[in-house]
């Protein structure tokens, strides 16, 4: 916490309490997650708050604090949908059952069962 | 103990007070118990009306911190004292001059300007007291001062940034904190002023130094913080004699309060 | 009465989700009737999507009215801080009226990103133009009313924030969580400081039976008088799933006998479970107190709200201080 708030010294006073988003990680080598939100007139103090909001029974292990007006986000969503066929990229475009049991076929072996014991 | 027996409980003799081991650790432990409990009293007063929601939680935080050390070195005392009494007991059940917290804490609760400034000017004379205290020959006290330093940090740094903004947040801001400090200002050195018995303590390595020496190092750096922030450095003690007896009227009337339920009904449990 | 700032989203329109009802280029009727049958259907809705008037209005108010409870029930509470009679206690009564003026914070952010601002949230329940919970207007007596409280008026309060959880306006459902998780400690807080007393002397289980004979009318009045369902706008939009009579017969179901198992009784004679139709048979509660009290007009309501106010005006000037920035003139 001491780093942190020297390194946000250098962000001038808003003016305004204006919103941080608060991040939080909950345990060790969970991501962090949003917790919500805290009014805070600059870091240092939207820090201080954060730790009493999100922290104060310690169930955050790191807490990040975000001005709300410094997030950006994708303008167009339809960018995240895009329309022509993606089915290469998973999984789940690649099916092989039926030419899976040709080639067992050919090959006269069983199918194999899941081998789950210690190799 | 035995000695010890007689002085309990009322009023500490400190004239009395000779250069007993235990006795010396008694007291060091019930006065610094009795400054974080009555802290501790007056900033839990904020809880429900700070001057901002977060940082109302932020206050309220401090104070079941001031607390839960007092209760931590309540504990410790009673162990030292072992007269039967528990740290509720020790706690509650002294009359008003019975107790031995600095003088800078018997200002009552005041506006938030005071609040800061008696925070700041107890905070950093904490620290130089748990920082002479950080090496003790007593181990549990020794325990416990590292987890007490652990929070005192995060304290300070709370505090600190407010008398920043106080200090730098314009004209009415700036007076307010000029009258806290200038009325406060000749009582912050109660909290480090000399302890009877305290060389017998710093023989026996529980202390790492005798208050004086504690309360020099802790005016050369506060005094350097407030004049950088071109505020007055700090005036030496009224009264160091006193520092820990007499108490005012405001703490007077907080015990009336803090003692009212356990006075209804002497001896019930809670 | 609504401010007219709350019809003003906060959250740029850029940053809503692709659901129907976002799209601009509806007319206004069209996305109204999506987003009716997005909520009622059970889909949530987010900060940052498009909402009808009467949506955003009826959240909003109900978010403002529950933030408001939280910062007004600090202060029965809070004058027994002062005067908690160990250590132990004292620290869990400060930490409780801390969750409380927490909750009221994660509240009124969540009312604030409706459009409306924390000051002028304030300042509408400063003025008695908002409301709070009818619980919140009577006074404290004893030790014996801060366990009452933190027992049963949490617990009623539980019942009601727990149907919250799942509220159609999905930062208000998250919130809800957070709150209960914290709120079921202060219940435990509660009943162990009424165990506790009951099992001591004469004089303070006789404390703790005249507390809660005091305290029962106002319990049973917190959740309000029956409403029909169909009509309940709350319901309908699915900012909250059960009525005031269902909360209440979930709240006699587990209190009455927890309170009965310690030998209290309850002043209400005609009080008992009908099993056949398993349903709790009650004295009808007083509407008219229940009026009476939640206009500001209950015993302690305008003491309560002229401290608060003295409060609000004495801190003024620390809130200016740490913008250090001019207030433009009211």
Known sequence: MGEAAGAVDAIEPAGVLEPWEVFRREKDGDPMRHGGSVMAPDATLALHYAREMYSRRQESVHLWVVRRADIHDLADLDLLQPPLDRSFKKPGGYVMRDKLAAARQVSGQAKPKANKGAR | MTDFAGLEPIAMDFSGAGGGRERALALLLLSMADDEFVIGFSDSEWTGIGPILEEDVAISSLAQDELGHAQALYRLFVDVVADGRDADAVAYDRPPDGYIHARLLDHPRGDWAWTIARRWLYETADAARLAALAETSYEPLRQLVDKLRREERYHEMHVDAWLERLAGGGAEPRRRLEAALTAMGPDAGTVLAPLPGELALVRHGILAEPFAAIEARWRAVTSTRLIGLGLAALPPTTDPDHARSGHSDAFRVLHADFTMVRRSEVGATW | ?330
Not at chain 3, 4 to 13: I, K, S
Not at chain 3, 62 to 89: D, Q, Y
Not at chain 3, 210 to 218: H, I, K, V, Y
């Open chain 3, 1 to 330: 009465m609504t401010d007219p700032l709350a019809l003003d989203p906060v959250l740029p329109a850029r940053e809503r989700s692709q659901l129907p009802f976002n799209d601009d280029a509806l007319d206004h009727d069209e996305r109204y009737r999506h987003f009716e049958e997005h909520v009622t259907a059970g889909g949530k809705v987010e900060a940052t999507d498009w909402m009808p008037d009467e949506y955003r209005t009826q959240v909003l108010r109900f978010v403002e009215m529950h933030a408001n409870s939280e910062l007004m029930g600090v202060l029965p509470e809070r004058e027994w801080i002062m005067r908690a009679p160990t250590l132990r206690r004292k620290l869990a009564l400060t930490a409780k009226v801390q969750d409380e003026v927490g909750h009221a914070q994660l509240l009124y952010r969540v009312a604030e990103d409706l459009g409306k601002p924390r000051d002028a949230m304030i300042e509408d329940l400063l003025d008695g133009k908002t409301k709070f919970h009818n619980v919140f207007h009577y006074p404290t007596f004893s030790w014996a009313d801060i366990g009452i409280i933190a027992w049963l008026v949490d617990a009623a309060a539980i019942v009601a924030q727990q149907a919250l959880r799942d509220s159609s306006y999905a930062p208000y459902a998250r919130t809800m969580k957070k709150i209960c998780w914290e709120e079921s400690v202060h219940i435990m807080h509660g009943r162990d400081v009424v165990v506790t007393m009951v099992t001591g002397t004469a004089t303070q289980r006789g404390a703790i039976q005249e507390a809660l004979d005091r305290w029962w009318g106002p319990l049973m009045q917190m959740h309000g008088p029956r409403s029909d369902r169909a009509k309940d706008r709350d319901i309908h939009w699915k900012i909250k799933a059960k009525t005031s009579e269902e909360l209440r017969q979930e709240f006699l179901g587990i209190y009455v006998p927890r309170i009965r198992e310690l030998g209290l009784t309850l002043p209400d004679p005609a009080l008992r479970l009908d099993e056949a139709a398993g349903e709790w048979r009650y004295t009808e509660p007083d509407w008219n107190e229940l009026r009476t009290v939640v206009t500001n007009h209950g015993p302690k309501s305008e003491e309560r709200l002229q401290f608060r106010r003295d409060n609000w005006a004495a801190t003024q000037w620390v809130r200016d201080a740490i913008l250090r920035a001019p207030r433009s003139a009211a």
